[in-house]
């Protein structure tokens, strides 16, 4: 065999295994960023992050206004609650809820560990007074939660007076088992359409409406938007109605549709003209 002939089945067998490599790679990249559901899944992230915020709001609710201020909802949290001693302070009032470095159970059935501190401008009943959540090391089910929300009240819906709220999130979220985070932003308004009328939060229904974007543990980037209002009732500590589409950066879009009404935790995602029934 001449030399010239060795050559080029060295350079015929190098091209072929870096091929199959690539191949390989291009194949596993693409089942992580198409298969629904996924652990890594923009649509997993999408759905812990609404529901570890929302749960927070509703939590939070009880003490934004001017009725029930300092009100404390039980020792889980602990709530501690001061008053800014300057009347002409930026900051009026902060907030701190403790559930402590083992963890607790709350009235919703969520376990969270450490805290959660809240900053007012001013009582959450006046248009332009603005909540800062600030969340460092904080977990909701063993999901770790650092960043910020900042929660801006609205003028109330002029149909019913009831409140409105403007929210921005920018949170990193690590989940159990994985060494890196999933980031996730989110600016959504937020409406309150049944309950004002009663002093129990059981029967509040809040309405969801927005965008989202973030990216995945791969870095993998994606935006998401609320197709039909979420939904979530006081009674209820998942999302009973509306829908969600997330679009990766590569692979399919892909919806989640939470249901008509029931209190569950089933929903349905349908990408690729196919829809499979998950449990979140």
Not at 18 to 45: A, R, Y
Not at 69 to 82: A, D, I, K, Q, Y
Not at 125 to 149: C, E, K, M, W
Request: aromatic share 10%; with cysteine.
């Amino acid at each position: 065999m001449t030399m010239k002939k060795f050559q080029l089945i060295i350079a015929a067998i190098l091209i072929v295994t870096i091929s199959l490599i690539f191949i390989k790679c291009q194949k596993n990249n693409n089942s992580d960023q198409t298969e629904p559901w996924s652990e890594k899944s923009p649509e997993v992230l999408n759905v812990d992050a609404l529901n570890a915020m929302e749960g927070l709001n509703f939590l939070i609710d009880t003490i934004y206004t001017s009725e029930n201020l300092n009100s404390s909802p039980g020792n889980c949290p602990v709530v501690t609650f001061f008053i800014t001693p300057d009347p002409n302070a930026y900051i009026k009032y902060i907030t701190t809820y403790d559930w402590s470095e083992n963890g607790c159970t709350g009235s919703d059935g969520i376990v969270r560990k450490n805290k959660i501190i809240v900053t007012y401008t001013g009582k959450m009943d006046v248009p332009g007074n603005i909540a800062l959540n600030s969340f460092s090391g904080f977990y909701v089910n063993n999901n770790r939660i650092d960043g910020f929300q900042e929660i801006k009240c609205k003028t109330p819906d002029p149909a019913n007076n009831f409140p409105v709220y403007d929210v921005y999130s920018n949170l990193e979220i690590k989940f159990p088992n994985q060494l890196f985070v999933s980031t996730y932003k989110s600016k959504l308004t937020r409406t309150l359409i049944e309950g004002a009328g009663t002093p129990t939060k059981d029967d509040d229904v809040w309405q969801l409406t927005g965008t989202i974007t973030g990216t995945t543990i791969e870095d993998i980037e994606w935006t998401a938007i609320c197709n039909k209002p979420l939904l979530k009732k006081g009674s209820c500590k998942w999302f009973s109605s509306g829908s969600i589409t997330i679009s990766p950066a590569k692979g399919s879009p892909r919806t989640i549709d939470f249901g008509t009404g029931t209190c569950d935790n089933k929903a349905t995602i349908t990408t690729d003209s196919k829809t499979i029934d998950v449990q979140m």
